[in-house]
């Protein structure tokens, strides 16, 4: 393989937290590191690096990955969202977020991003998910920190409150993440 | 850090003319959920990665001919959602629902857990039990190989480097069946099996004789194996716990559980003599339910 070939870097596009964005990549880079070096997204975290701990879960297509293992090519042409995208439109939090604030789910933050995206998708798809159905959603991502309980109480009241119904999401024969 | 090229063809022919122009350097990945946990870890042997993702036709679960068909890239995800699976695969449902996490789920394929052969590989005993084939296709054409002839040891398959493995095909008996698979692991979530145990059970009408069986563990030899014998044993006799008792001893006998950090050697028996018990009995409580899963 010759020298060029070796640093040769992709232009990639797609859209994160309904923003078009053009960024130049290398073939080995993952999807959390275009995030948080190249675009300066910080809120998805790196803990772990191999996919056990979800600090770094976003939404691509509507659906929850671990960004540390997704490599950034496949992000091609995706609708990305972080925990950057979730605010509502006036800067308020969103309900889900306020939740996480009102229970007391946040201590040090650190697994809050990732728990908090791991919950949004849940709720996409179970708007009023159980307490078994939230540690379900919830497995993949781990917290030092506050013990989970008020991480799942917080879940639970934000599926409580919603009144939204079912998003369609990762049905078999649709694009794959 | 060392580098690669990523290649992500749009159809399985491009795919397949990729591997074979560009022979052992290629790799393919589809979820990259273990080839990116290699990446990371121990660097990668391979130049070039021939990403799978792009093949949405290859993900798929649907019944036909008296045969559930699953395209290769079909995720763990699709699995645990699918009421085919539920209905028809039930073991494989059990698998399913216990394997890493959401996120891990959603983007890591079947194709991607066999085609891996690690010993733990939680998909296979299910797909062992329900006497599936597997169909590899290269340049050349392609074959359709028993999955309890593809594991050739941790790791390795029988699989040539030119072919694709596109599709999973699972027999559906005609007469009263069922299925239960049952994963050991120190967590609910998040951790490899330490063993694991899949009973298939064939009945014949009355509900209480086997008709066939199929029985097969991960983590108890160096690949994911089936147990003829202790199968052989079920075959024509009518199932009882007693009976059931001997089937578990039987089956442990025909692996080679050892000592490893997951967990010793004959805890690992111990728990397949109990779990083919339990997981036959659950089989045969699906099956007299009606309703599988
Ligand atoms: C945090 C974490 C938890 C996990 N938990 C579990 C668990 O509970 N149980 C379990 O069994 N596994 C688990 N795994 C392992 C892994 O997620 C599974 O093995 C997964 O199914 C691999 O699928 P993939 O599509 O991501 O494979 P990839 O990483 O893309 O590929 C795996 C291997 O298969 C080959 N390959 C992929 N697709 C094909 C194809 N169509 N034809 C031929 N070869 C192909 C690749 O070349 C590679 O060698 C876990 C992994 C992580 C990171
Ligand atoms: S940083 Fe991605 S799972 Fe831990
Ligand atoms: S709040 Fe500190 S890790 Fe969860």
């Known amino acids: 393989m010759g020298y060029l070939e070796k640093i040769v870097k992709h232009v990639l596009e797609f859209t994160v937290n309904g923003e078009p964005v053009t960024v130049l990549v290398q073939p080995h880079e993952m999807l959390l590191a275009v995030l948080r070096d190249h675009l300066g997204l910080t809120g998805a975290k790196e803990g772990c690096g191999l996919g056990e701990c979800g600090a770094c879960t976003v939404l691509v297509d509507g659906v929850s990955v671990n960004s540390c293992l997704f490599p950034a090519l496949e992000a091609e042409g995706a609708l990305v969202t972080t925990i950057e995208g979730l605010m509502v439109d006036d800067g308020r939090l969103s309900p889900l977020q306020q939740a996480f604030v009102d229970h007391g789910a946040v201590q040090c933050g650190f697994c809050t991003p990732g728990m908090v995206m791991s919950a949004e998708a849940l709720l996409a798809e179970t708007p009023h998910p159980t307490e078994k159905q939230v540690r379900a959603g919830l497995a993949g991502n781990l917290c030092r920190c506050t013990g989970y309980n008020q991480i799942i109480e917080a879940v639970l009241a934000a599926g409580e409150s919603s009144d939204s119904n079912p998003k369609p999401g990762n049905e078999p024969g649709k694009e794959r993440p | ?293």
């Open chain 2, 1 to 293: 850090m060392k580098t690669f090229q990523y290649l992500r063809p749009a159809s399985l022919a491009e795919a397949l003319d990729l591997l074979a122009r560009h022979g052992p350097a290629a790799r393919l990945v589809a979820g990259g959920t273990d080839v990116m946990v290699d990446f990371k870890k121990n660097g990668l042997e391979a130049d070039i990665l021939v990403s799978l993702r792009r093949l949405t036709d290859l993900r798929y679960i649907r019944e036909g001919n008296g045969q559930v068909h699953i395209g290769g890239l079909t995720t763990l995800r699709d699995l645990e959602r699918s009421s085919l699976v539920a209905r028809r695969i039930p073991g494989l449902a059990d698998a399913a629902r216990v394997m890493a996490s959401v996120q891990i789920r959603n983007v890591a394929t079947v194709a991607g857990n066999i085609c891996n052969a690690a010993p733990s590989a939680d998909t296979a005993p299910p797909l062992l039990a329900a006497g599936t084939q597997v169909r590899l296709v290269s340049p050349a054409g392609s074959r359709d190989i028993p999955l309890d002839q593809f594991f050739t040891g941790p790791r390795k398959t029988i699989r040539r480097p030119d072919e694709i493995l596109t599709e999973f095909v699972v027999p559906i008996p005609s007469g009263p069946y069922s299925q239960a698979f049952w994963k050991h692991a120190r967590r609910k979530a998040m951790d490899l099996a330490m063993v694991s145990v899949a009973v298939h059970l064939e009945l014949e009408d009355d509900l209480v004789t086997c008709r066939q069986a199929r029985i097969a563990h991960g983590v108890a030899a160096p690949t994911p194996i089936r147990t003829p014998e202790a199968e052989e044993r079920l075959k024509g006799k009518k199932i009882t716990p007693e009976l059931l008792e001997g089937i578990g001893e039987a089956s442990c006998e025909e692996t080679l559980c050892r000592d490893s950090i997951r967990g010793q050697a004959w805890y690992r028996e111990e728990i397949i003599r109990v779990m083919v018990r339990r997981m036959a009995l659950r089989a045969l409580e699906r099956c007299r339910m009606g309703r599988p899963a």
